[in-house]
């Protein structure tokens, strides 16, 4: 079965870090893009960071929000993607989901997300 | 940044009804654009990508069209687990945006 499943959410303090960890299954890991996409409770969707694959030299792209604060990193020999947030900020408390690109600029699994909450 | 309006907002309809939801990029976009469904509780699920295909295993009665600047998604005929909240989404640039989305509720 194709799966993304995210750990590594909690509670944490204003200026504090997380890393987010995806794990998964069923699918070439490596051949693919991958991103992180939160939302905030009640909120819409937004894209956070995207790591692209070997073929792409694992370059990343972020959020104008994260920049510089997040960092996302990969591990194919884990089947792993991972999100590092430093310098949290409560604005940044949200479901964050991990997703695979489809070769076709769109998001065809998604994980079942996880939750970060950022105290003030 | 390239910003998705979609319209409307908000939406009543009835089962059977021919529902249509449309996105507007604030410039061309090609066809790099996708629609998800997404439910309470639940991550989106990926319905349409490439304005017009239709993701495997998504019922026929979802279609999209568009390219450019403007894109819709149709629903031909309602049925109950239609109702839930409806994103568009592009991947021309970046950042990747989505619109604010369209919620579908139970006449």
């Known amino acids: 079965e194709v799966q993304l499943v995210e750990s590594g959410g909690g509670l944490v303090q204003a200026g504090g870090s997380l890393r987010l960890s995806c794990a998964a299954s069923g699918f070439t890991f490596s051949d693919h893009h991958m991103d992180w996409v939160r939302q905030a409770p009640g909120k819409g969707l937004e894209w956070v960071a995207r790591?692209?694959?070997?073929?792409?030299?694992?370059?990343?792209e972020y959020a104008a929000s994260v920049k510089g604060r997040f960092t996302t990193s990969r591990d194919d020999s884990k089947n792993s993607l991972y999100l590092q947030m430093n310098s949290l900020k409560p604005e940044d408390t949200a479901v964050y989901y991990c997703l695979r690109d489809n070769y076709f600029h769109a998001f065809d699994i998604w994980g079942q997300g996880t939750m970060v909450t950022v105290s003030s | 940044d390239i910003q998705l309006t979609q319209s409307p907002s908000f939406l009543s309809a009835s089962v059977g009804d021919r529902v249509t939801i449309t996105c507007r990029a604030s410039q061309g976009i090609s066809s790099y654009l996708a629609w998800y469904q997404q439910k309470p509780g639940k991550a989106p699920k990926l319905l349409i990508y490439a304005a017009s295909t239709l993701q495997s295993g998504v019922p026929s009665r979802f279609s999209g069209s568009g390219s450019g600047t403007e894109f819709t998604l149709t629903i031909s005929s309602l049925q109950p687990e239609d109702f839930a909240t409806y994103y568009c989404q592009h991947l021309n640039d970046y950042p990747i945006t989505f619109g604010q989305g369209t919620r579908l509720e139970i006449k």
């Open positions: 790591s692209r694959n070997k073929g792409n030299s694992y370059t990343t």
